[in-house]
T-cell receptor, first 109, second 113 residues
Framework: GQNIDQPTEMTATEGAIVQINCTYQ??????LFWYQQHAGEAPTFLSY????GLEEKGRFSSFLSRSKGYSYLLLKELQMKDSASYLC??????????FGAGTTVTVRA | SQTIHQWPATLVQPVGSPLSLECTVE??????LYWYRQAAGRGLQLLFY??????ISSEVPQNLSASRPQDRQFILSSKKLLLSDSGFYLC????????????FGDGTRLSIL
């Protein structure tokens, strides 16, 4: 199975940068996904990493190190609308995703 | 483009009553389909997934069941709801193949009284 850890909460100021770390232990690795979930809403897909390195998408970047079982999501130029929960999910064998409990990011003015 | 519809958005049911939540996907064929539950402040728990019509895999033993009567229809059911069944239920779909993200419906917030 998968064991996924990420911090529970983070707070940052508007315009700043926040890095959300995710560590995982898995019996088989087939990719890592990041999702954003606003309160009371469904998760929306942000990024996918399967090879080591950095994937950049506008203000959001995601990094993966398979040998370390480690990923991070980097949010730059924070905006108030970025206040949300960010979910790290690991795909093991097959199509199943295992989700972390999520990191709640609060952006302050 | 693909869309996923899930209903109802909210549901209040008494303990012991039956349940039926429906999810349909448009704009794609032979999707993988998933049911998740999210308890308050918790991560998503995979309940069922399906790679084709009539093919259902259960992840967690419980009093829920799932069915896929058509290619793009996924139904979550229960004969008798328990208090512990309260939560936010999410349906999701993905294309077949590696690296395909799952896309979620808007969810059903289920409260058991």
């Amino acid at each position: 199975g998968q064991n996924i850890d990420q911090p529970t909460e983070m707070t940052a100021t508007e315009g700043a940068i926040v890095q959300i770390n995710c560590t995982y232990q898995t019996s088989g690795f087939n990719g890592l996904f990041w999702y954003q979930q606003h309160a009371g809403e469904a998760p929306t897909f942000l990024s996918y990493n399967v090879l080591d390195g950095l994937e950049e998408k506008g203000r959001f970047s995601s990094f993966l190190s398979r040998s370390k079982g480690y990923s991070y999501l980097l949010l730059k130029e924070l905006q108030m609308k970025d206040s949300a929960s960010y979910l790290c999910a690991v795909r093991g064998p097959g199509y199943k995703l295992s989700f972390g409990a999520g990191t709640t990011v609060t952006v302050r003015a | 483009s693909q869309t996923i519809h899930q209903w109802p958005a909210t549901l209040v049911q008494p303990v012991g009553s039956p349940l039926s939540l429906e999810c349909t996907v448009e704009g794609t064929s032979n999707p993988n389909l998933y049911w998740y539950r999210q308890a308050a402040g918790r991560g998503l728990q995979l309940l069922f997934y399906s790679v084709g019509i009539g093919q259902i895999s259960s992840e967690v033993p419980q009093n829920l069941s799932a069915s896929r009567p058509q290619d793009r229809q996924f139904i979550l059911s229960s004969k008798k709801l328990l208090l512990s069944d309260s939560g936010f239920y999410l349906c999701a779909w993905s294309r077949q193949g590696g690296g395909q993200p799952q896309h979620f419906g808007d969810g059903t917030r289920l409260s058991i009284l």
